[in-house]
Every structure is written in C-alpha cells, then in structure tokens.
C-alpha cells in the first residue's frame, strides 16, 4: 500500500496556444491538508480541473486510492469520492438549496418521482452534521456568497469524499465563518480524508496545512512540510524574485474636499453614512464582511437607489441615479464580486478591458488604441495572457481579476472606489497593484479602498472609516491606526477606543 491517496506524476496539459502544465508532481497523503501555492495563472486551478475530468491531461499519470485513474467527468470523480468546491462558484441560482445539495441524485419516491420531503429532510440532516444555518427551501440565488460556499462545502462532505479540494475557498467568508470552515476541516482529516487546498493567503495557509507543494508558470517546484517553511521562503519558492515593499504607501500632500457624502441611507445596509474624501487621499474602508461597506459604494456609484442623504462633488450636489450617471461624474467603482459584476467572459481581454472607456476608442472603434491601453496595463500588473485577444475566459481566476482593476485605472476617474481589489491575487502582482494605486493618488485622484485584509488597509490609507451594521463607528487618522482599534471599532465596541 502507498502513503499516498493520490500520485499525480508527469502531468502535462496544453491548451490551444498555451501550456498551462509542463510535467508537474503532486503526492497528497490521507488526513492532511495539502495547500498548492503558486502565482496567479501557475497552473493550480488547472491541476484540479485534470484530476476531477473537467479537463483531461495531454499526458501523465494519475494513481488514486492504489489505482489509476483518468476520470471523464466531474461525476466520475465524485463517484470516486474526489469532490472539489470551485473558485468561481457554480451552482444553479434558481433551484432551491436542497435541490442544488442533492442535483443528479435527488431521493425518489416510488423510485420515479422526486421526493422533496426527503430532499429537505436529508438537507436538514447534513445541515445539523456541519452546523449550517440555511434554509433548503431558499434559492440558491438569494443567499450569500459565503452560505452558497457553505452549501457547496457541504455538499462535497456529503458525497463522503476521500479527497475535498477547496479552491479559494475563504475568498468571501467572514472570519467565523472561516473558523467554522477550519473545524469543518479538522473533522475531515480525522475522518482520513485529505484536502487539497489552494489560498493566496499566507496566514491562513500556515495555519492549517501540513504540507505545501509550489508550483510557477506551469511547472512544479517542489514540496515540503509546513513546519519547515517560512512565508519568506514559499514567497522566493513562487516568484522567483524577490519581492519588496508589500504596502508601498508613498505620501503624498492630501488637498481639497473632492467628495463628500452626508448621511447617506440606502435600506438596512447604509445607515447615516456621513464623509468627506480629499484629493490625493487613499481613504480605507474597514469592516467586518457584511457590514455594508460595498453597499455604500453601490449607493455612491449608482447601483442602489439611496433612500436618503447627499452627494457632493467638488463642491457641488450631485444626483447619481445609475452606473452611467456616476462614470460620466468621473466615479469609478471597481466591484467585489468578478463574477457577478463584470466579467464578461466570452469577450477578449482587451474589450475587457476597455468597456467602460468607449468613448476613448471613438465610432468606428480605433482598436489600434485599445490594444495600446490593454497592452500597457498587461505588461504594468503582469496580466498572464497568451494574447490581449484572448477571451476572459480562459485566464486564470487572479488575472481576471487583474483585468477589472486595470479596466477602472483607465477610465482616469477623479474618484476611485476599489472593493477588495487584491483579492486573489497573489503576493507579487499584490505589491504591483499596491504601487499603483499609491501612483494614482499622488496624481491627485481621490480613492475609497474596501479591504478586509487589516495588513493592507492599514499599511495603504491616509485614514480609515470603520463600518459596523451599517453605520460609521470610527474614523481613524493614520497615527492611530492599531489592529486592536480598527476591531473594536468594526465590532460595534467602540469602548475603550482612544
Ligand atoms: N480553458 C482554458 N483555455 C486556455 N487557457 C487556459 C484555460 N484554462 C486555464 N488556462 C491557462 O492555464 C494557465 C493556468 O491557469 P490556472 O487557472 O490553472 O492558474 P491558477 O494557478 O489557478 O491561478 P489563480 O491563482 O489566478 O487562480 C493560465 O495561463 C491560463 O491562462
Ligand atoms: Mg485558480
């Protein structure tokens, strides 16, 4: 018997024009969590979509469970017991919870129809195993990033898998929610099953992985246990270089009043929100997820109807009734969610990047110049494309990601709102995007950065406001800027805050 539960060796996968896996080696033992690291577009995703049939390998060879293997479809893996909890997520919005839970094996009564009961009653059964509370009978659609993620960690654990992979899988949950999915794994590896976890955060990463294998541009690095690595080493591991200045924060003299809301409201999420936002300012937004930070840039930006309060530019009361109203201000918003808002996967990178700015390009469309711009920003941030005409689609979850942000950074906007803009993107093109914006406001721009990565908030903003519930707890200078306030403030315990 081997150690191992799976031995991917020699696996090579071409893609027309791109290989995206040169001859790497995975080797994952049972019970222990194995995170793959790498750079955005290194080939993790791509492994896994080989291991579980999504994609089948140009060559190599796949033992699992002592045998080999070559599955043809996601099912035959899960069948196999091999389920993976996908980066972007993928489950049908407009069926209910219980149905997305059971889809291909719903319980059948009279063995010809579908047993709803059953279905729901066995939800509630998993539910109660994992300590979700989500109603079976809600459509997928309407619940939250983080519960849909609950949903489809579930589902994998119901299918009593052997091997779970989780991609990105903590990208939106909160931080209980992460302790919550943690026990989830700890669970999992008492029960021998072994996870293959991929994250681009360190943290996190050290904290539950017991081994890590590295992995960049397609080819395989090496592996180690956890123990033996340091964050420093894994970073060198993954870029190959060196990486400096994490928060590059270059001050710069702060001016005038550019943007200046007052008591804002938009429903339940947007209580009061009161604020003024200078020129050459990076004004940080903290807050724990859910307490309404994207809602309030939705508002300012257009996409929610405010149901009160006023907006300022430059001085003067503005009236932002749609995306178009606030672009055409010189408001930028680049949004959380890439799947939901903004991606549009079919078209190439460059339109892409271009869409919000076809004025620029003029009718007919001078594609010479968008060319231009998307080459420019794909060299800048390190987009790893084989063409800028190549579709969205076929790039790697962070280079999507990195297109978005250099699609609102083209606009030339005087005020940008930046919603996590580094989330899932690794820690090289991490720092790049960092200088950037640090660029953007010493030219004068005026930014909101959304971030619930304290490290980033903190070494990036000239000062942060602090959202709980809805409403403004604290605005902090850059001088008092601790960890311990920022939570406090962000908890809606704003005693004891000096
Ligand atoms: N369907 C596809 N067609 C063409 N190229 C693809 C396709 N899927 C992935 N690629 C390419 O394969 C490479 C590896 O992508 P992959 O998604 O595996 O990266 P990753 O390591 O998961 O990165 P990230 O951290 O950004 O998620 C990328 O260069 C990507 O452009
Ligand atoms: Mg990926």
Redesign the pocket.
Known sequence: MSEYILEMTDIVKE??G?R?LKGVQLKVRPGTVHTLM??????????M?CLIGI?QKTSGKIVYDGQEVNFKSVKDALEAGISMIH?ELSPVPERTVAQNLWLGRLPLKNKIFLDHKAAYDKSIEMFEKIGLDVDPNAKMKDLTVAKMQMVEITKAVSYNSKIVIM??PTSSLTDAEVEHLFQIIDELKKKNVAIIY?S?KMEEIFRISDEISV?RD?TYIGTDLAENLTMDKVVSMMVGREVTDMFPKVPCPIGETVLKVENLSCGRMVKNVSFELHKGEILGMAGLVGAGRTETAETIFGIRKKDGGRIYLNGKEIDIKSPEDAIANRIALLTEDRRGNGILGLLSVETNIGIANMKRYGFPLNHKLMRADANEYIEKIRI???SPR?PI???????QQKVLVSRWLLTDPDVLIIDEPTR?I?VGAKAEIHSLISKLAGEGKAIIMISSELPEVMGMSDRIIVMHEGEVTGILGREDFTAESILKFATGDDTNVK
Do not use: M, R, W
Not at 38 to 47: C, F, R, V
């Open positions: 893609f027309p791109v995206a790498g750079e955005n577009g290194a080939g993790k995703s791509t492994l979509n994609y980066q991609d990105e991929i681009h992995f397609g790893k494309t084989p190549t689609k076929n790039l790697s979850g962070g280079n899932g690794d």
